[in-house]
């Protein structure tokens, strides 16, 4: 597609997004609960020094840029290294250099995440001593990434998913810089921006190469998807977005919402995630959110499972999505599982209580001599098979772990054990 390419030239260009970066923090967009007028970082520029600092948000959305201009802003000298590439010999020259600088530095740590404990640990001292200011940037949850002294001494700061209206801004700044138009339609450059999945540096990485077209009409979605590459949704599956879909796929079964759980499952599917890896997750939802109150959804669940065994993707996944929506749509109970709470709680705390001797098998002579088995009433010799039998440790009474709800079979299920408890106080 060279013929479709204006104006090439061998003169080295910087890219797009390099070229248009802010040139002050009332330039970057998409941060306003930030950088408005009582933005948290607006505050420290005033106040003229910064907090250590922790950038938490997704990619593209401006971390590195309001860094830099952090720095410009309160006379603090810059200095950007990125996790990947930057050893810990390389740090300690850093630190160095920060100690014989004559003013204060700004660290920028890129992928800050990427740093193991201990050279987390690294910048402790130099954090403690002023030898630097430090300011990461993440894409994970600092949480579970980031040492808890190094959280201690920092602030977190997060960075929103650039919305339309902010990608939209940089479209247009990108066509001013260029001095031209993005040759698309309205369709198409909606596409575009939806495409960009909240990325402002892939977004202006797309534009630049729409800008450097040479085309007499402007292009529809059909003919720009095929001069750009499509973007793979962000989703890496052992880090938040995988525990952010799945948290929300389970929410929404939990809601009894089937078009949003579909939603969710479709989008850890479609990105990758293994299927029995959801399915595991749909199996646990069956017996923790549904329970008793549709049994069925434990036997729907394991079908889908031996379904996707037998079919494999993509046509075993139709199981996956049948399972998910018996799941949204079934009735709701987690009373399975706080009565299974309730009773491994119970368990640690009684200790060793032995059953009442009544229900204690005597297979020996011994053991029927000492009263094992002695009194046992068998409930099926009993008027409507039940003989209200103590089945507790002596000691310890009767405990109500198991209450069902009123939704779904569990309202029988209730019914039953209230007409079972009246027979037991009938019986004394």
Excluded at 41 to 70: D, E, F, S, Y
Excluded at 225 to 250: C, E, F, T, W
Excluded at 251 to 273: F, I, N, T
Excluded at 362 to 374: D, I, N, S, V
Aim: charged share 25%; hydrophobic share 40%; with cysteine.
């Amino acid at each position: 597609m060279a013929d479709l390419f204006a104006g090439e030239t061998n003169e080295r260009r910087a890219p797009l997004p390099e070229r248009l970066r802010p040139g002050s923090l009332a330039d970057v967009v998409g941060q306003d609960h930030l950088l408005g007028p009582d933005g948290a970082l607006t505050r420290m520029v005033a106040a003229g020094r910064l907090p250590n600092l922790i950038l938490w948000g997704p990619p593209g959305t401006g971390k590195t840029t309001i860094a830099r201009l952090l720095a410009e802003a309160t006379g603090y000298r810059f200095v950007g290294v990125s996790a990947v590439m930057t050893s810990t010999a390389d740090l300690k020259a850093i630190f160095a250099a920060a100690r014989v600088a004559g003013t204060r530095t700004l660290l920028f740590v890129d992928e800050i995440h990427r740093f193991n404990r201990s050279q987390q640990d690294g910048f402790l001292g130099p954090i403690e001593d002023g030898t630097i200011t430090l300011v990461g940037a993440t894409t994970e949850n600092p949480s579970f990434e980031l040492n808890a002294a190094i959280l201690s001494r920092a602030q977190v700061l997060v960075l929103n998913r650039l919305d339309e209206a902010a990608l939209d801004a940089l479209l247009v700044r990108a066509e001013a810089g260029e001095g031209r138009e993005l040759p698309l339609t309205a369709d198409a450059r909606g596409a575009l921006l939806a495409g960009a999945d909240g990325d402002g540096r892939f977004l202006l990485g797309q534009a630049e190469t729409l800008l450097s077209l040479d085309v007499p009409e402007p292009l529809d979605r059909v003919a720009m998807a095929a001069v750009l590459q499509r973007r793979v949704p962000v989703y890496d599956k052992d880090r938040d977005g995988h525990y952010d879909l799945i948290s929300a796929l389970h929410k929404s079964l939990r809601g009894s919402d089937p078009d949003a759980a579909l939603y969710w499952l479709a989008r850890m599917l479609v990105a990758g995630e293994q299927p029995l890896y959801v399915l595991r997750r749909l199996v646990r939802f069956a017996s923790e959110d549904v329970g008793l109150a549709d049994s069925n959804a434990l036997v729907v669940t394991l079908a889908a499972k031996e379904s996707y065994d037998f079919l494999g993707s993509p046509e075993g996944e139709l199981a996956i999505a049948q399972a998910c929506l018996y799941l949204a749509t079934a009735p709701k109970s987690n009373a399975a599982y706080v009565a299974q709470k309730g009773a491994w709680k119970l368990a640690r705390e009684s200790g060793s209580l032995p059953p009442p001797r009544n229900i204690v098998n005597a297979p020996t002579r011994l053991m029927k001599e000492l009263g094992h088995g002695k009194g046992y009433a068998y409930d099926h010799d009993s008027e409507h098979g039940f003989s209200g039998d103590n089945y507790w440790p002596e000691g310890m009474g009767r405990q109500e772990l198991y209450r069902p709800t009123e939704r779904g079979m569990e309202k029988r299920i209730g019914e039953r054990l209230a007409f079972w408890e009246s027979l037991r106080r009938e019986r004394g």
